[in-house]
């Protein structure tokens, strides 16, 4: 079965500081990936995602994201971030060969400090 | 604008009791999930559906129903048998077919058993 995994919980960062937020799935076959967003009080949005080509994808709000297929990795990163960046962050991937099922990582929370 | 509804946003529930969970979409979209979202576990599939009159269950079936009688509605039931109701529920939809796809989500119900 697939699994993704994020590898902090919470992170904390000052404005200005920058971010890379890891996430790695177990599954081997082709995949689609996707890194969602959900700002306090609102929707899960999707922030940016791969499906092929480039393995850098850029993404809203300046974020960015490396597709590493011999790590089975897709961290997101960001130079500076800002407060307004205050969010939950979600991986996520679809493997192609695993039908419409999308697989969700438990998530990373940021706090940025004003 | 096209999108996910779903009602009610917050709804309190005594044990016991069923409750149904509403998802509309006017997208046109063929495939409508259910995801449980808890503190540090991320969303996990319930239920999806890829057509209509037929649906899978996900990760965490057990203790919850849907059905598909029409395109654009997937209602969620939790029933007495789900030992631990209290969470925040994700509707989501994407189209199905050729190519990769992205999942839109509704606002979301969180559920309260007292």
């Known amino acids: 079965a697939q699994s993704v995994s994020q590898h902090n919980h919470h992170v904390i960062l000052s404005e200005a500081a920058s971010l890379e937020l890891g996430c790695n799935y177990s599954y081997g076959g082709t995949v689609n990936l996707f890194w969602y967003v959900q700002y306090p009080g609102q929707h899960l949005q999707l922030l940016l995602k791969y499906f092929s080509g480039d393995p850098l994808v850029k993404g809203i709000k300046g974020f960015e994201a490396e597709f590493i297929k011999s790590k089975f990795s897709f961290n997101l990163r960001k130079p500076s971030v800002q407060w307004s960046d205050t969010a939950e962050y979600f991986c996520?991937?679809?493997?192609?060969?695993?039908?419409?099922?999308?697989?969700f990582g438990p998530g990373t929370r940021l706090s940025v400090l004003p | 604008d096209g999108g996910i509804t779903q009602s009610p946003k917050y709804l309190f529930r005594k044990e016991g009791q069923n409750v149904t969970l509403s998802c509309e979409q006017n997208?046109?979209?063929?495939?409508m999930y259910w995801y449980r979202q808890d503190p540090g576990q991320g969303l996990r599939l319930i239920y999806y559906s890829q057509i209509v009159n037929d649906f899978q269950k996900g990760d965490i079936a057990e203790g919850y129903s849907v059905s598909r009688e029409k395109k654009e509605s997937f209602p969620l039931t939790v029933t007495s048998a789900q030992k631990n109701p209290t969470a925040f529920y994700l509707c989501?939809?994407?189209?199905?077919?050729?190519?990769?796809?992205?999942?839109?989500f509704g606002a979301g119900s969180r559920l309260t058993v007292l």
């Open positions: 989501a939809s994407t189209r199905t077919g050729a190519g990769a796809n992205v999942l839109t």
């Open positions: 997208l046109n979209h063929d495939a």
């Open positions: 996520a991937v679809n493997a192609e060969n695993y039908g419409q099922n999308f697989v």
